[in-house]
């Protein structure tokens, strides 16, 4: 690679043709004097800047942006308060291994410290959610560090800061635009890939666990193969549901909190586990339903290309830090024409896998409603929708290509059972930062990035307060999206914890709203309200429709109360009171 040359410019100028030649087409944000100078120039770099109603919808549309299309997703705000506002967001787009770059102006370098107007210190606040900070200690070292934030990003696959003191914007100087730096990461350790090969050709059971990173290699077709050669079971990891092709006969769907029955009674047979890709984070893998079925006694083996990962959580056999697509392929290789013990057997395999499977699907058919005696209760007479059905409903009409975020709250947990994708880049959940107000912006960056994709937000009530000042966005920028609003009338998620820990003492979980498909109205979008389930699936596919002519809809679901399984079982604990004055709160 050529050393490029050095050329006059401004500082501003610099950052954008940094931008320009990482490829950025699209930044999120809200105008501000900070970065007016390098905003100025936008639009002759060829790249649109999307105003926001919230710095925080900004940054999530960055990572819905990133997630959907494997490129970087941009934001960048004022200094001080607009700053402050991204750290929610930015925390999300950390744990979903999200490659955002956000740019955030600082006060200016020559009163920094005195208390002026919005100041603050901005790389502390980020230092723990972030994969790298570059802070343009001098103007002239503007394109170099803006450069290394865009290429560490992809390299780490998570945010990177580039923080520039506001008067580091102006200047003359000389700067060279780097050239992208994408280091390939290679399947990993030969020797360690041969024992894992071993491992898999002598298994009785061998089981994939496909997770995000699966996804992020762009590594199915691999999987897949993988999976034939072995005729494995494939679980995909806690909200990963699109990191294995749901029709394929080998898919047993996600594990984790409103997983699949199927997949975790496959999995706890196993007695070799390959994790391709996958962190094996500690709430993915909790009990279930009641039963603790991780395999204590399985070979765990582990890819990844984080190496601090490895073993982190879970034992494991044997660890390989590598790219989930290169590693798989490594496996193919040495697997492919290698007798197998797991070929023996593979006809009872396949009975087992189709049974689990068939048995799973009947009991999500019959499970119209949960059956607590809580939720009894509530739904009692209701003319209201039960969430399961109107999520079945809701699966059935899914646009093939669609892609989904998920927010936090109890109707989207319970919809993980409901979500089958085809394809990789399709599920766009609020991952493990889990915070409500992830999903309606998500969808947004996610349909910028994929204009051709029907892009769907499932969204509770609750997290829609959070969340809906950006119908003004999709109204001011055409966005379409597809925002299915859960009106339960209530935090649910934590009404089930006053039910379940609390003896039903309820506070601050009860929501009286509008009506939310005439506060989209009001916004400048469609809203339908949708109260038999007859309804939903034609009213999903009118909304995909509008999407084309860039129109978000609201889809209001009138459901019932009732609440699935909660979150934090494994969290909580009944009250226990010391002092007379709380006697009765137990
Ligand atoms: C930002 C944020 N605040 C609070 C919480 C705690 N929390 C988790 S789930 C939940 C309730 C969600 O309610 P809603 O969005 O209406 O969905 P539902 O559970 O009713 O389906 C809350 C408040 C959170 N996860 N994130
Ligand atoms: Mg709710």
Known sequence: MNAPAAQRMTPSEALVETMAANGVTDVFGIVGSAYMDALDIFPAAGIRFIPVAHEQGAAHMADGYARASGRHGVCIAQNGPGITNFVTAIAAAYWAHSPVVFITPETGSTTMGLGGFQETEQLPIFSKITKYQGHVGNPKRMAEIAGRCFDRAMLEMGPAQLNIPRDFFYGDIQAAIQPPLRIGRGAGDTGALDEAASLLASAKFPVILAGGGVIMSEGSAEAVRLAELLRAPVCVSYLHNDAFPASHPLWCGPLGYQGSKA???????ADVVLALGTRLGPFGTLPQYGTEYWPANAKIIQVDVDAKVLGLVKSISVGINGDARAAAGALIDRLEGRALACVANQAERKARIEAEKGAWEQELSEWTHERDPYSLEVAKDSKLMHPRQMLRELERAMPKDAMVSTDIGNICSVSNSYLRFEQPRSMFAAMSFGNCGYAFPVACGAKLARPDRPAIAYVGDGAFGISLNELLTCAREKIGVTVVVFNNGQWGAEKKNHVDFYSRRFQAVDLVSPSWAGIAKAFGCEG?????????????????????????TVLEMMVTRELGDPFRRDALSKPVRYLDKYKAYT
């Open 528 to 552: 339908v309200t949708v109260d038999r389930l007859a309804d939903v699936g034609p009213a999903l596919e009118a909304s995909v429709k509008a999407q084309a002519e860039g129109r978000t």
């Open 263 to 269: 997949a975790m009674k496959l999995i706890s047979q």
